[in-house]
């Protein structure tokens, strides 16, 4: 049963005007790092043609993490226990300095990764894992300690794929702004308040981001924002498959977030059918070739935005539909990627791009 009550327990004006406040103090952070002006250089592999500030993101973590402090003093219905609670804090600092220093001394694809694991153990050896399942057809599903494995997977890949898709103004931001909306809203109807609130800590968190950010660029986010934001977002992800009464809800995440990690996949694929490095940096990803074969970089960001929004829609459908239909459900983004993958397949045909 799913806890439409839920949204009595909430205090949502209280709620709304904590994301504001986190909105309008990460738009001062952000304006500082606009000033302190650290330099993202043009290169062949970005999209930007002139010296641009980054690490804008630092505005994002800032906001999020004095969300967090004051929710872990203050929180009563949102709380999770300590050892919880204490992890995500952790592994969240942990990832914003890793990803800092990463934007600071441009690490390599190896190093940042290992990195990212010292920050993922943190919330893993804090006892959030996923090993429980309840699977259509089957029920409910234990799968023990291969859940550990499984879990680091799961961070890894989200984070850096949030880090690959931060290529055009406003495309990272905007996705995480609307995934965090949406899934708090899910998260409340069912009763999962940690991350209603946390959700809705990182959404005031990007809110103040954009406006810098979108649809002209004044800062980037840098990996210090691309990399938290995707760490955050598997880490609530991870959290949502502890629904109980949600069928299929660790896909949650992942269907909101379809149009970034369609993108990735399909671009790993082809590269590794192409014999080409994949730890190189390359222009090639879907967003990239459409934006290179002449679509406004504006309308590839709206698009994403659109596609979190259909994650959404079928989201709502996997959870709410019978049974039977959940799976049939859930693969409906995976059409609509396939449907625009040969989008940009014909736009670059007809643009002569042949180098992905």
């Given at each position: 049963m799913i806890h439409f009550h839920g949204w009595a327990e909430l205090n949502l004006p209280r709620h709304l005007a904590l994301l504001a406040g986190l909105a309008i103090f990460s738009g001062i952070v952000v304006r500082v790092m606009v000033a302190i002006a650290v330099p993202d250089h043009p290169d062949p592999r970005k999209s930007h043609s002139q010296v641009t500030p980054k690490s804008g993101g630092v505005g994002i973590v800032a906001a999020f993490l004095l969300g967090v402090l004051v929710l872990y003093r203050y929180g009563s219905v949102s709380r999770l226990s300590n050892q919880y609670f204490l992890g995500v804090i952790g592994a969240a600092l942990l990832m914003a300095a890793v990803s800092f220093v990463d934007d600071l001394l441009d690490l390599p694809f190896l190093v940042k990764l290992a990195a990212q694991f010292v920050a993922a153990s943190a919330a893993v050896g804090s006892g959030l894992w996923m090993h429980v399942f309840l699977l259509p057809y089957f029920g409910v599903v234990d799968i023990g300690y291969l859940g550990i494995p499984l879990t680091f997977i799961f961070i890894l890949f989200i984070t850096n794929a949030m880090n690959f898709i931060d290529g055009l103004n406003g495309l990272a931001a905007?996705?995480?702004?609307?995934?965090?909306?949406?899934?708090?809203?899910?998260?409340?109807?069912?009763?999962?308040?940690?991350?209603?609130?946390?959700?809705?800590?990182?959404?005031?968190?990007?809110?103040?981001?954009?406006?810098?950010?979108?649809?002209?660029?004044?800062?980037?986010?840098?990996?210090?924002?691309?990399?938290?934001?995707?760490?955050?977002?598997?880490?609530?992800?991870?959290?949502?498959?502890?629904?109980?009464?949600?069928?299929?809800?660790?896909?949650?995440?992942?269907?909101?977030?379809?149009?970034?990690?369609?993108?990735?996949?399909?671009?790993?694929?082809?590269?590794?059918?192409?014999?080409?490095?994949?730890?190189?940096?390359?222009?090639?990803?879907?967003?990239?070739?459409?934006?290179?074969?002449?679509?406004?970089?504006?309308?590839?960001?709206?698009?994403?935005?659109?596609?979190?929004?259909?994650?959404?829609?079928?989201?709502?459908?996997?959870?709410?539909?019978?049974?039977?239909?959940?799976?049939?459900?859930?693969?409906?983004?995976?059409?609509?990627?396939?449907?625009?993958?040969?989008?940009?397949?014909?736009?670059?045909?007809?643009?002569?791009?042949?180098?992905?």
């Open positions: 905007g996705v995480t702004l609307l995934t965090c909306l949406i899934l708090s809203a899910i998260a409340a109807l069912y009763g999962g308040y940690f991350i209603y609130t946390a959700a809705l800590l990182l959404a005031g968190a990007a809110l103040g981001f954009l406006p810098f950010n979108f649809p002209r660029a004044r800062i980037f986010m840098g990996d210090v924002g691309s990399q938290f934001c995707g760490f955050m977002l598997a880490l609530f992800g991870i959290a949502a498959a502890r629904y109980e009464a949600a069928t299929l809800s660790f896909l949650l995440v992942p269907l909101l977030l379809s149009g970034v990690l369609f993108d990735v996949v399909f671009t790993l694929i082809r590269r590794l059918f192409a014999g080409e490095n994949i730890a190189e940096a390359h222009r090639g990803h879907l967003y990239q070739i459409a934006q290179r074969s002449g679509l406004d970089a504006i309308w590839v960001t709206l698009l994403h935005w659109g596609f979190v929004l259909i994650g959404g829609l079928t989201a709502s459908g996997f959870l709410l539909g019978p049974r039977t239909w959940k799976l049939p459900i859930a693969l409906a983004p995976l059409v609509i990627q396939f449907i625009w993958a040969g989008y940009v397949f014909r736009r670059a045909k007809f643009a002569g791009i042949e180098k992905w």
